[in-house]
């Protein structure tokens, strides 16, 4: 308990929307430091993005939960396309319908985060506690990764193969 | 021109006026043809400039939300690429080219966790490299024209410039032979018969 205390005292405090003030290996380093090898092993097993991927098992019910109903919703959104229909998301809130695909990821964003900050709401200094942080710093680094010019050198390589002359 | 042959003959003066008839026939054909080509031409430049204004639009619509597309975690390229480009051939002024039809695309299915930006994404993308495919289409297409309208353009110098003067040029040259020929003939005929009455 006393190492979670150090460890999530040590490092810096997070918000939405601002440049990730610690790397991951310097987060690595200090969660090695400070907890058992055990508790390392799984905050290490613990990943937004994979845990996202099909057939992964999460390890925390709550993220498990909030990912599917998350997937439930992106389903719903997609069928109702498909059909021309409003879609009636049931987690996600409604505004991110309006949205451009930009701030609409960012919205889906923002809403990870509360759920992730409301899954520890009484658990400072835990475990679980430490395993959000990492969570959050994950979304942190893919919300910088968002950069329009990386946009633009994406967009362009899905072009180049185009430029080949076709027989 | 001047350095032409010609057999001072009737024979020669019938087919140059063969010559230059169908000349003269040929070439308002291929002046047409040329006007022709340089329209379809200019046509589909004017095309290739829509296009790259769509283009353009959709790039522009999409400016403010292609910041998206750097992230970390998806990578776009493995859900589309381009693996055909279809076409159909057509004739436009007696030319064999291929028309655009469609794009055959190689696109990754969407999962249910994927990001729902990917689906723009796509779409965007769909449209953008359809449009692209085209526009190399036309382009081949005007490579192709504007080499028939070299040809084109040479036949008709051609048909200007030395076929129909030097069908015309040998045609009067002929005529002035065989009238002189004939005055001679008929000069010599008068002198020959002048001297055996005198006799």
């Known amino acids: 308990m006393l190492s979670e205390v150090y460890l999530m005292c040590s490092l810096p405090s997070l918000s939405f929307g601002q440049s990730p003030p610690i790397t991951f290996e310097e987060f690595n380093d200090m969660a090695r430091s400070q907890l058992s090898a055990k508790q390392y092993r799984m905050l290490e097993q613990m990943s937004m993005q994979e845990m996202g991927e099909e057939g992964r098992k999460p390890r925390l019910k709550s993220v498990k939960d909030m990912l599917e109903g998350l997937k439930k919703d992106l389903m719903e959104i997609r069928e109702a396309r498909a059909v021309r229909r409003q879609p009636k998301p049931e987690q996600l809130p409604e505004s991110v319908l309006e949205k451009n695909p930009l701030d609409r990821e960012l919205q889906i964003l923002l809403w990870q985060w509360e759920k992730l900050d409301a899954m520890v709401v009484g658990k400072n200094f835990t475990l679980a506690d430490v395993i959000v942080y990492k969570m959050k710093l994950q979304l942190l680094f893919r919300i910088q990764s968002f950069k329009p010019e990386r946009g633009e050198a994406v967009m362009a390589s899905v072009f180049k193969p185009s430029k080949k002359k076709e027989e | ?199």
Not at chain 2, 49 to 59: A, G, L, Y
Not at chain 2, 138 to 144: G, R
Not at chain 2, 167 to 178: D, E, F, S
């Open chain 2, 1 to 199: 021109m001047a350095s032409i042959k010609i057999k001072y003959t009737k024979t020669e003066r019938a087919r140059q006026k063969k010559i230059l008839k169908v000349s003269e026939r040929m070439l308002p054909l291929f002046e047409a043809m040329e006007k022709s080509l340089m329209s379809t031409i200019l046509t589909i430049a004017e095309k290739i400039d829509e296009i790259r204004e769509r283009i353009e639009k959709n790039k522009q619509a999409a400016e403010s939300w292609i910041a998206v597309m750097g992230d970390d975690w998806v990578n776009i390229e493995e859900f589309i690429s381009v693996n055909e480009v279809i076409t159909r051939p057509m004739d436009v002024a007696g030319i064999r080219l291929q028309q655009f039809d469609h794009v055959d695309f190689n696109e990754l299915p969407v999962h249910d966790d994927t990001p729902l930006w990917v689906d723009d994404a796509l779409e965007l993308m769909r449209e953008q490299l359809q449009l692209l495919a085209e526009i190399k289409t036309l382009e081949v297409q005007i490579e192709l024209l504007e080499e028939e309208l070299l040809d084109v353009r040479a036949r008709v110098k051609l048909f200007e410039n030395r076929r129909i003067p030097n069908a015309k040029m040998a045609i009067r040259k002929i005529g002035q032979k065989l009238q002189d020929d004939e005055r001679l003939t008929i000069a010599t005929a008068k002198v020959m018969k002048t001297t055996v009455n005198n006799r």
